[in-house]
């Protein structure tokens, strides 16, 4: 096929905003951490742009994107050999691979929800880089790789609800058993240092979210508006079904719990962007919250200690978006890529929860074998002092709201 | 009546908190505070700018209790607070010469004793 200059411009945006997506998440999830943990937050998310993205780029892609076998890409685009100017559909092969690492870079981050306020760094990137390859790459190929066998099965998932969310989510639930719960955790309160964060990081996901979900259409086409459309409308509902929720049960309209509801939205349109019409869209939206909102506050009451409810959010709100594609993918607004149960094709639904449960399975146990190899050569956990004066301090040497009482100016180190 | 004074870690407050409810006693004050006890120094860089910060942050706790309550607040805060580094924090027991409660206009030991509690 040759490049197509409509299709490269919007895939060249749709990368930027991706992109963005992974700062953003920093935020949202900074927002809910304690003062003393904020930084180490948001550099879990932002650490990941740069170890993730180049392990991506140096081997990740070729496991996603190569053609060994069905199971998992091969070599030829390892330390980017071959990935060059020539058209990959209608944009450039470098284009289609660096919009692909952005997915690559969040999913990782993604998990960082689970282990935060306690989990060393080192470790952290030693992990979500080692999953990057051995989880996110095979998973992704199985989904949209040369000759994936899921992709071949007939599973539908249009931008990433089973590949980025529901990936991400089992990652997330083990790395929070394995490393354990906050020593903090349902002894006292522990309370988010900035709720403007987290809206402040949920607007930017939406932003980002039209370029994860228009952009994997791959071009500027019919599909991408479908799903541009999806992205905004889905959200809108599980936005008002959430708020509503809160009222009923507290009278009070929460702006984290609106935070949430837009994320929980966004991550459930995900698998059926291009597949559903916009009415099927509000619906799923709406329908989506109420799983996750109740996830959430049967967590909070748990031992469970996923500190940020990546289970609950990505996790529930992932498997929703993912049956529900099975649901109401329309051959019609499709253009006859995806057709699901309102089209008569019940069979649609037991492929998406083939694909749903082979990446729960797999995801958990892969996850599982590399926090344990990390965590054998490297204590996972900072100790109960570092935990206590705050990750900030003991892992990075800074603070988020230093006042700068009290401290004196080190001119030169060599000389003390 | 004894005034009890301690500065303590801020990341121990909650602890010494239950401490001193499981052990009875009520009302108190606390403030943020900083200050410098010998605490093994603390660096921290921003860019090319390198820091000591010699000033900590502490809680400071207040409390007024009567002579036979300082024993049971001191050893609860002592326990709670510890954690065997330096930089664990001071209490301070004072003499207090005279104590009131607003609402009522009790002074001393009634004005220290908690709400329902027969003074003695």
């Known amino acids: 096929m040759a490049l197509n200059p409509a299709d490269t411009a919007w895939l060249l945006v749709a990368t930027a905003l991706v992109l963005v997506m992974t700062p953003a998440l920093g935020f949202f999830y900074g927002g809910m951490v304690r003062t003393k943990n904020a930084l180490n937050t948001l550099m879990m998310s932002f650490s990941a742009l740069g170890f993730v993205g180049l392990a991506w780029a140096l081997v990740g892609y070729s496991i996603a994107f190569g053609r060994a076998s069905q199971w998992c890409g091969g070599s030829e685009y390892m330390l980017l050999h071959g990935v060059t100017l020539d058209a990959q559909g209608t944009i450039p092969h470098v284009l289609f691979f660096a919009y692909q690492g952005t997915f690559a870079v969040i999913t990782a981050a993604l998990i960082s929800g689970a282990i935060v306020e306690r989990m060393r760094f080192g470790p952290y990137i030693a992990f979500i880089t080692l999953w990057s390859l051995f989880v996110y790459a095979p998973v992704a190929h199985w989904v949209w790789g040369n000759g994936g066998f899921l992709a071949k099965l007939g599973a539908l998932d249009f931008a990433g609800g089973t590949v980025v969310h529901i990936n991400a989510a089992a990652a997330a639930l083990v790395c929070a058993i394995v490393v354990g719960s906050r020593k903090d955790y349902a002894r006292q309160a522990m309370l988010p240092q900035n709720v403007p964060f987290t809206l402040l990081g949920a607007g930017l996901l939406w932003l980002g979210w039209f370029g994860f979900n228009a952009g994997s259409a791959l071009g500027a086409n019919r599909s991408a508006a479908l799903a541009f459309a999806n992205t905004m409308l889905a959200p809108m509902a599980t936005l008002v079904v959430w708020t509503m929720l809160d009222l009923m049960r507290t009278k009070k309209a929460t702006a984290i719990g609106a935070a949430t509801g837009i994320v929980v939205g966004l991550v459930a349109i995900t698998p059926a962007a291009g597949f559903v019409s916009p009415m099927s869209a509000i619906i799923l939206g709406a329908i989506a919250a109420f799983p996750s909102y109740f996830a959430l506050l049967y967590r909070a009451r748990t031992r469970l200690d996923d500190s940020l409810d990546v289970v609950a959010a990505h996790g529930v709100g992932g498997v929703v978006g993912a049956l529900l594609t099975g649901v109401f993918a329309s051959k019609v607004w499709s253009g006859g890529a995806g057709s699901g149960v309102i089209d008569g094709n019940v069979r649609q639904l037991g492929i998406q929860a083939i694909a749903v449960l082979v990446t729960i399975v797999y995801s958990s146990i892969a996850t599982l074998i590399i926090v344990k190899i990390v965590g054998a050569l490297s204590a996972l956990r900072a100790t109960p002092r570092d935990e206590g004066l705050g990750l900030d301090f003991s892992q990075h040497g800074e603070e988020a709201y230093s006042r700068g009482e009290g401290a004196i100016l080190l001119l030169d180190r060599r000389s003390e | ?120």
């Open chain 2, 1 to 120: 009546m004894k005034l009890v004074v301690a500065v303590i870690r801020p990341e121990k407050l909650n602890d010494v908190l239950e401490a001193l409810f499981l052990a009875e006693i009520k009302g108190l004050t606390i403030a943020r505070v900083q200050g410098h006890g010998g605490e093994t120094e603390r660096v921290e860089t921003y860019r090319g700018t390198t820091v000591k910060m010699e000033l900590s942050e502490k809680v400071r706790l207040e409390i007024g209790v009567s002579d036979h309550f300082v024993d049971p607040t001191v050893n609860a805060i002592m326990n709670a607070a510890r954690t065997g580094d330096v930089g664990d924090g001071k209490i301070f027991v004072l003499p207090v010469e005279q104590v009131y409660r607003i609402r009522t206009g009790e002074t001393d030991r009634a004005a220290v004793t908690p709400i329902g509690v027969p003074p003695g």
